[in-house]
Each structure stands twice: as C-alpha cells, then as structure tokens.
C-alpha cells in the first residue's frame, strides 16, 4: 500500500510569490492534516480535511488556505509569501476521526519551501 | 493555549545505555499523548500512542508513560542502538475527539554512539 505523497518535494520561491503544495493521503483515508515545521517554532498544526471539510485551523494569518478534493487528494496554498514561510510542510492522513474512535495519523515526506 | 515542552532538547549517549526523554504539557485535558520519531529529511513515524484512560504504553525496547495530574510523559529507551539516532517528538492531541489536532513539542535530538 503506498503512503502518503506529497508534491513537489523541493519549491523555491520569492517574496510575494504564492504557491500550491498538494497530498495525496493513503488509499482508503478520508482524513488530511497539515503542518509547518520551522527550526523556531517547531511543528505547528495548520488545518485539517474531512470528507471535503475543514473542521479544524490552527493560528496562522488568512494567507494559508486549503481545500480538499472529493478524492481525498489535498492542497494548501500560501499567497503573498514572506520569507518566514520558509519551512517544512507535513500532511498527514488518516481514515477517520470520530467520536471514540482513534485513528493512526500516517506523515508523508513533506515538501520543502525556501523563500528568497 | 497548549504548551509542550521537551527535555533535553539534545542528548548523546553511548551505545547500550538506558535513556529516557521527558515531555510535558499545560493542559491536562488532553486525549491522548503520542511519541513520533523523526529521520533527518523525512516525515514522522509514529512510535507510541497513549489514550488519557491509559498509564503507559510499550513497543519492544520502548515504554512510554503518561500523568495527566502532573501533565507529564516519558519516552524509555532500553539498550539504545546507533539506529535510534533521530529527533523524538511528543504531541498532545487536544481536538476534542472528534478531529484531528496536535500540539507538538520541539523535539529531542537523539545521538546514539557506536
């Protein structure tokens, strides 16, 4: 069974530029959650997806946004990029979370943004 | 506002010995309480999940334990290998429940001698 994708693995981008990073979760999870990592902050839980739905956002300024896709398939997007932005971006996916019931969170590899 | 807090933030011991990493966190309500382990460049593997009903959890040559009263968790790690090398993060899952939504600590770098 593959795991969890992302792409693409390395983006360099400039100042004001926006940009789209996409995961595409284990076959079967409906579930996907995203996460910034920096070297400062460590990892910070930005959204999570389920069924199409955002049901939860972590504190990050309105410029990090995210959608998923009826296949489960995920993008975040950053618009007018600064240079903290620069970080490691984990998704994770699951099959689902439900009221007593816990499901194990997979990691993908994470993509790697640099900002000049 | 959950806190997590990891202690060492970096240790380095020689081969075989015993070693425990410490986590704490502000806000005992929590769910559950779990240990990734980290690879230099890659994503995080998960290693123990503790459920809030439980006291500890073991994997092989790991143990973790949890206090929800003193909002603590340890990570044992029996007769440590060169392979254990990596960062150990814990996360305190205070979603609720019903979604996903972890608060991680920063991390213990893990240097493991031959």
């Known amino acids: 069974k593959a795991g969890v994708t992302q792409t693409p693995r390395y983006l360099i981008k400039t100042r004001g530029q926006q940009v789209t990073l996409s995961c595409s979760p284990i076959s079967g999870h409906r579930s996907v959650s995203w996460y910034q990592q920096t070297p400062g902050q460590g990892l910070q839980f930005l959204f999570e997806y389920f069924s199409e739905t955002q049901r939860n956002k972590g504190n990050f300024p309105g410029r990090f946004s995210g959608r998923q896709f009826s296949n489960s398939r995920s993008e975040m997007n950053v618009s007018t990029l600064e240079l903290g932005d620069s970080a490691l971006y984990l998704c994770?996916?699951?099959?689902?979370?439900?009221?007593?019931?816990?499901?194990?969170?997979?990691f993908g590899p994470g993509t790697r943004l640099t900002v000049l | 506002k959950q806190e997590v807090t990891q202690i060492p933030a970096a240790l380095s011991v020689p081969e075989g010995e015993n070693l425990v990493l410490n986590c704490s966190f502000t806000d005992s309500a929590i769910y559950n309480l779990q240990w990734f382990r980290q690879d230099p460049g890659k994503g995080l593997t998960s290693l123990l999940l503790i459920q809030s009903s439980q006291r500890e959890q073991t994997s092989g040559r790991l143990n973790a334990s949890l206090d929800k009263s003193s909002g603590r968790s340890t990570l044992y790690i029996a007769a440590s290998q060169p392979g254990d090398s990596a960062t150990y993060l814990c996360?305190?899952?205070?979603?609720?429940?019903?979604?996903?939504?972890?608060?991680f600590g920063k991390g213990t770098l893990l240097t493991v001698n031959p």
């Open positions: 996360a305190a899952d205070d979603s609720g429940g019903s979604n996903y939504k972890l608060t």
């Open positions: 994770a996916s699951s099959l689902a979370r439900l009221a007593g019931i816990y499901n194990e969170q997979f």
